[in-house]
């Protein structure tokens, strides 16, 4: 295992998605509001964190591995700003570009103590045009030729489109790169021929516009097989909240049981899970070690208040622990 977490620091990895800036307030709650029956929170700190996309990033840079971010942002504020927390963090924004049709995301949070109170976001969701998609995948192709895998960061801003993906699939499996997708509902069926799929169940009801009841195992490995068969998707792993994760390949499947931890916040899981898959994926890992691993990662976060990135000796101690091979 430790050989293994050595390997990350070989990888390059191309994240191409929806970045934004997650803000955060953090205060206290003593009182409610006379002029609504709501709580006034007494800000007490401020923060903006990297987000979206921006969040796998700093989670494969957290892994020891070298994250090459490739996205769209407004030339705005916000923008501004996003470019200097990426420079914060020391990664680079060569991959970063500005449109005027654009406004940088931004979701503000409100948090009192340990409870979340309220979230305000500022976004543009719509397709970016055509002009703009063949620009970025310009620079996709530009830096993504020295990278062993890609990472589609799907959140729906509008950044990924049917053509960027088509483009950028064709490109990477011609070039033998694998590329690894955490999705969502706009884009869902568009990521025919990609190595890796990482929906949660959420996302496999709101893209296949299923009613089906999926929290019995029989039904979900059902759904995979047909998915994999209709996509020609390599391996799927589904994520399944406090019932771990399932991982479904031509080999075979694999059901991860959760860890039992004391959650404080699932947001932001879902892009550790995947920027552990995806590190695993470059490596030629099995399968079944890809989702033990990457369940590990995704319940280990969870433990934090807010978005936040793997402690990576964090979980190399845990895989030890758990005996992970």
């Known amino acids: 295992m430790q050989d293994l977490f050595e390997r990350f620091k070989q990888v390059k990895v191309l994240v191409i998605g929806d970045v934004m800036i997650d803000s955060y307030l953090w205060g206290k709650v003593d009182r409610i509001s006379p002029e609504a029956p709501v709580p006034i929170v007494q800000v007490e700190k401020r923060e903006k964190r990297l987000g979206g996309a921006a969040n796998v990033a700093l989670n494969v840079q957290a892994l020891g591995a070298t994250p ?115 999705p969502k509902k706009r884009n869902f069926m568009e990521y025919e021929g990609v190595t890796l799929f ?19 195992m029989p039904m979900l490995e059902q759904a995979v097989q047909l998915l994999m068969q209709k996509m020609g998707v390599a391996q799927v792993l589904a994520t399944l909240s406090e019932r771990g994760v399932l991982m479904k390949t031509a080999e075979g499947t694999w059901h991860i049981p959760a860890h039992i931890r004391t959650i404080a ?46 402690d990576r000796d964090k979980l190399l101690e845990e895989a030890l622990r758990q005996q992970l091979t």
């Open 68 to 182: 090459v971010l490739c996205a769209v942002i407004g030339q705005d504020n916000d923008g501004e700003d996003f470019k200097q927390l990426l420079q914060q963090k020391q990664l680079s924004s060569e991959g970063i570009l500005q449109s005027s049709d654009r406004v940088t995301t931004i979701k503000h949070r409100i948090i009192a103590g340990h409870q979340h109170i309220l979230r305000v976001d500022s976004e543009i969701d719509t397709p970016l045009a055509s002009a703009l998609t063949d620009a970025l995948f310009a620079q996709i192709q530009t830096l993504g030729s020295s990278c062993q895998v890609i990472i589609f960061e799907d959140y729906d801003k509008g950044v990924i489109t049917p053509e960027l993906i088509q483009k950028v699939v064709q490109w990477a499996n011609a070039a033998g790169i694998p590329t690894v997708v955490d």
């Open 265 to 310: 916040d699932v947001s932001g899981a879902g892009d550790t899970v995947v920027s552990v898959a995806a590190l695993c994926t470059a490596l030629g890992c099995h399968p079944a070690l890809t989702a033990a691993l990457a369940n590990l990662a995704g319940g280990l976060v969870c433990e934090s208040v807010g978005v936040v990135s793997i």
């Open 198 to 216: 990482k929906p949660n169940l959420k996302e496999w009801k709101e893209g296949l516009k299923i009613d089906a009841d999926l929290s019995q």
